[in-house]
């Protein structure tokens, strides 16, 4: 058996997305900072439900799920609406 963790699926997910859409040539003009790419995960998290696990069976079987087209398209719907938002108006992250 393995150790209990507690893992934000949602989060892991959208932090990668978001690292991969500020690569983009769509997104060239947008500040890369870590503190402007946090403020976009934190946008995107607070628009999305969390997906919280305690083991890597549930963390892998949590992926696969939200992997799907219908999610994903959610997912990255909600990362380029904080996209304009924060490039627009940059909000303090909350704490």
Avoid: W
């Avoid at 959208?14 to 997104?27: A, D, H, N």
């Avoid at 503190?35 to 992926?63: G, K, M």
Wanted: proline share 6%; glycine share 2%; aromatic share 8%.
């Amino acid at each position: 058996m393995s150790n209990p963790i507690l893992v934000n699926v949602t989060e892991e997910i959208v932090r990668g997305l978001v690292r991969f859409l500020l690569q983009g040539p769509e997104y060239q003009t947008f500040c890369k900072c870590e503190t402007c790419e946090l403020a976009v995960v934190a946008h995107t998290l607070n628009e999305l439900p969390n997906t919280y696990v305690t083991s890597n069976e549930y963390r892998d079987a949590a992926f696969e799920i939200m992997k799907t087209p219908e999610n994903l398209k959610l997912i990255n719907k909600e990362i380029i609406h904080a996209l304009h938002a924060e490039n627009n108006h940059p909000q303090p992250i909350f704490l």
